[in-house]
Each structure stands twice: as structure tokens, then as C-alpha cells.
């Protein structure tokens, strides 16, 4: 199963991660980190959760065919690509097409109460 993790992590921990890697030669999981919860639920809006599944073992598309999938308007469709192609959760290939390399996504994250 080829699957991405989505997850909230510091900077250093994703530095010390990618130093460890280097040294050991081992390759990791892929994943997706975020500074913060919110830019995470940002990312993964409830429409924006709708084109990933959309695109989950689909391939390459084009904007219009992701637009058809999800039952929105291709202009909608598109800026929510763009914020998933920022965002490194989505490619767009050389011809134009986007694509969701993964078939499965594991979104981890620790909520804490405010002291």
C-alpha cells in the first residue's frame, strides 16, 4: 500500500528526520508535515477531503475530469488544487494533469489543552 502521512511536527523534528536518513541511508515514509493544526484542517477541507478521494489510485487527471468527479465547478475544483499542490499534498505533472500518488492518507496530530 503506497501511503502518505499528514501530520503536525516541528521543523527541527522533520530536520532531525531528514539528517537521520541521510546518515542511515534508509528511506521513510512519505510525509506531509504542518507547523500547526489549523494549517493542516486548512489543507484538508471537507471539499478538498472530496478530491483526494476522488484522485486516490485515479491516476493522472485533468481539472475538468477531478471537477466531474466531485460534482463541482471546475474554477472551485481548481483553486482548491492549487492549495493542495501548495500545500505538497498534490503534483501537477508536466502536461497540466494533477495527481495523488498515494492510495491511502494517515493524518496524525496530538491536541493539547491550553495551560
Same mark, same amino acid.
Given at each position: 500500500?503506497?501511503?502518505?502521512?499528514?501530520?503536525?511536527?516541528?521543523f527541527d523534528d522533520v #530536520?532531525?528526520?531528514?539528517?537521520?536518513?541521510?546518515? +542511515?541511508?534508509?528511506? @521513510?515514509? %512519505? !510525509? =506531509? *508535515?504542518?507547523?500547526?493544526?489549523?494549517?493542516?484542517?486548512?489543507?484538508? *477541507?471537507?471539499?478538498?477531503?472530496?478530491? #483526494?478521494?476522488?484522485? +486516490?489510485? /485515479?491516476? &493522472?487527471l485533468g481539472i475538468r475530469e477531478v471537477s466531474r468527479?466531485?460534482? !463541482? $465547478?471546475? *474554477?472551485?475544483?481548481?483553486? $482548491?488544487? &492549487?492549495?493542495? =499542490?501548495?500545500?505538497?499534498?498534490?503534483?501537477? +505533472?508536466?502536461?497540466?494533469?494533477?495527481?495523488? %500518488?498515494?492510495?491511502? =492518507?494517515?493524518?496524525?496530530? @496530538?491536541?493539547?489543552?491550553? /495551560?
Open positions: 500500500m503506497n501511503a502518505v502521512r499528514l501530520e503536525v511536527r516541528s #530536520l532531525g528526520d531528514v539528517a537521520k536518513a541521510w546518515k +542511515t541511508g534508509e528511506a @521513510t515514509e %512519505p !510525509r =506531509i *508535515s504542518f507547523d500547526n493544526v489549523e494549517d493542516l484542517w486548512k489543507a484538508l *477541507s471537507p471539499k478538498k477531503m472530496d478530491i #483526494l478521494k476522488a484522485m +486516490t489510485g /485515479a491516476g &493522472q468527479k466531485v460534482g !463541482r $465547478d471546475v *474554477s472551485a475544483v481548481h483553486r $482548491d488544487l &492549487q492549495a493542495l =499542490i501548495v500545500a505538497g499534498i498534490v503534483d501537477r +505533472t508536466d502536461d497540466g494533469k494533477v495527481v495523488f %500518488p498515494y492510495d491511502e =492518507i494517515h493524518v496524525d496530530f @496530538t491536541l493539547r489543552g491550553v /495551560a
